[in-house]
């Protein structure tokens, strides 16, 4: 009974797939459903199956195939005769010998579709076995390596790792020309090269395709409009409001806390803080001048600590790129401060500290996107994606960077230096630098990317704010991408649609610096994963920055304070002596 309502179950679900998308190419030859030797990897026994099913010709005619006598075949017996195929039983196991006979009988007897598994039903994966071109021969047959790739879906924890697609889930189907192979490594190589193929046909499905909420990328579109939707205007204005309150906040309590300069942390040594952000919610390059100052200072013999706001992606890439810098994260930035100081540090970097008012660095950079400034409204988020107002906000800055990812030209040198002639009327106490980002040598990430010959990557995934750059910069490290899929912010694709991403990367999947912490599991090992780094290009103001960043750290606590905590632990008291008898 319990044989019944399993084979029950799988078959509801087979049929409940209807709510699958399938596509169906054929490389030459007869298409689906005629005499042929179709052959398939075993975890895709389900789709092959339902592929048969749906294709006219196949189910008109019928398909014959394999499964074995154990518990499970019979249950995948039961299920297949419901759905139309002819099925014998026997494996190398038990009965192989007289149900191969039996399986050429039928082949050389009707005029069905054979469909087989070339790893067997017992493994290993994806090994070929020779089973099905020997078939082919006997029976006067050309073998059909048949490819799959799905949109999305799961696997399951057997030993083939089956994938079932999930509901609403496109699958992609490609039959490879007819062949004969002589051999297992060629069935090997036919299989590979039909899911490669089956890959590029999700890639062009995917083409514009996009894991962001539709609600971010409407807000994010209404940022390059003149006038936004009022609902963003509106909300624009409680977003300012509540920033000037939050300011005046801090003031207040400013005012009333105990505070004590940076330099002289109690009983701490003097340390020093440059502060680094900027005014945009995303995408100003705060993170990558960040890790420049810390390195700029490590360089210059000062024990440095870099502090971000405890993203594991920007800790991971941090600590990449600085081996000789203490990195660390969270959201308490005074405590992780007065931590540092504890443990010897001499001067601390904050990276993404421009809206923390609780402490005051010594130093602040302020990196302003010109790309922002350029392409956007302007406006305060949600309506546009600056944070404070520029310029009037700016003034707590010592120094301004101006950045941008855009290509190089003679309009943005000449955007460039309209916003530093901005910039020196409206603010004129603050410095001004330039720079610019540009792509650099791609890193293999992945085992297959170190076995790879040269990097020949199809997909582009990126988790930044500004996804459309990134992508522009990998096109002219690798003319051959074919698709770009963005995703949110220190964003993650959702679970199900890992498997077609690993399906759609084929020769390989670039991603940013930023995204290989959580990307990188996503594609694992078998999968050529390559990162484009980015290299900054000062065009001005560099070495006037690391002289300015050098001299703030020989003059610790010169401007900074830190907020001292309201409840100190209190100072352990001496014992008292004991009293000694005179007696």
Not at 59 to 74: E, Q, W
Not at 145 to 152: C, D, F, Q, T, Y
Not at 178 to 203: H, T
Not at 430 to 438: C, D, G, M
Request: hydrophobic letters at 40%; one cysteine or more; charged letters at 25%.
């Amino acid at each position: 009974m319990k044989r019944v309502a399993a084979a029950a179950a799988v078959s509801a679900a087979l049929r409940s797939a209807l709510t699958w998308r399938l596509d169906v190419r054929s490389a030459g030859g007869p298409q689906c459903g005629e005499p042929a030797v179709y052959v398939g990897w075993h975890e895709h026994m389900v789709l092959l199956a339902w592929l048969f099913r749906r294709t006219r010709a196949a189910r008109a005619r019928g398909g014959i195939t394999l499964v074995s006598k154990s518990k499970d075949g019979a249950i995948a017996a039961r299920v297949l005769r419901g759905l139309g195929f002819r099925v014998v039983q026997g494996s190398s196991a038990q009965g192989g010998s007289a149900g191969f006979r039996e399986l050429v009988r039928c082949a050389e007897d009707s005029g069905r579709p054979v469909v087989l598994s070339v790893d067997g039903s017992r493994g290993p994966r994806r090994e070929p076995k020779m089973g099905a071109a020997r078939l082919a021969r006997l029976s006067g047959r050309v073998v059909r390596p048949v490819g799959l790739a799905v949109e999305s879906g799961w696997r399951l924890s057997s030993w083939d790792r089956v994938l079932i697609p999930a509901p609403g889930s496109r699958v992609c189907a490609v039959l490879g020309p007819p062949s004969a192979p002589d051999c297992a490594l060629g069935l090997r190589e036919a299989m590979e090269q039909a899911e490669l193929s089956a890959g590029a046909e999700l890639r062009d499905r995917l083409g514009g395709a996009s894991f962001r909420h539709p609600v971010e990328t409407w807000v994010r579109r209404s940022w390059t409009v003149p006038r936004p939707p009022a609902l963003l205007a509106a909300a624009s204005v409680g977003y300012r409001l509540g920033a000037r309150l939050h300011r005046a906040a801090a003031r207040v309590r400013r005012s009333r806390r105990s505070r004590l300069p940076v330099g002289s942390l109690a009983d701490l040594p003097p340390v020093t803080v440059i502060g680094v952000g900027g005014l945009t919610v995303g995408g100003c390059g705060k993170t990558p001048i960040a890790a420049w100052a810390a390195q700029q200072l490590s360089r210059a013999g000062s024990k440095t600590c870099l502090i971000t706001r405890g993203y594991g992606d920007e800790l991971a890439q941090h600590r990449a790129q600085l081996p000789h810098v203490t990195v660390c994260g969270g959201k308490d930035r005074a405590a992780l401060i007065r931590k540092a100081a504890a443990e010897g540090a001499r001067v601390v970097v904050l990276d993404d500290s421009y809206q923390n008012y609780r402490v005051r660095p010594d130093l602040t950079i302020l990196a302003v996107d010109r790309d922002a400034l350029g392409r956007t409204s302007g406006r305060v988020f949600p309506a546009g994606p600056f944070r404070e107002e520029w310029p009037r906000d700016a003034t707590r800055a010592d120094w301004i960077v101006f950045t941008g990812r855009e290509p190089r030209g003679a309009r943005t040198m000449r955007l460039d230096a309209q916003l530093r002639e901005r910039a020196a009327r409206a603010l004129p106490k603050a410095r001004t630098a330039s720079l610019w980002f540009e792509p650099g040598e791609p890193v293999p990430a992945s085992t297959a990317a170190r076995a790879a010959t040269r990097p020949d990557p199809r997909l582009a995934v990126a988790g930044v704010m500004k996804p459309n750059l990134f992508f522009e910069a990998a096109r002219a490290v690798f003319p051959g991408l074919e698709v770009c899929l963005p995703l949110s912010d220190h964003g993650l694709p959702p679970r199900r649609n890992h498997e077609g991403l690993r399906a759609a990367a084929g020769s390989g999947v670039a991603i940013t610096p930023k995204d290989l912490q959580r990307l990188g599991p996503v594609f694992g090992d078998e999968v050529p994963v390559w990162v484009v780094p980015e290299r900054l290009r000062w065009t001005r103001g560099e070495k006037a920055l690391a002289t300015a960043l050098i001299d703030a750290a020989a003059a610790p606590g010169s401007r900074g304070s830190v907020p001292v905590p309201m409840h100190r632990p209190a100072t352990p008291r001496p014992p008292a002596p004991a009293k000694v008898d005179a007696a």
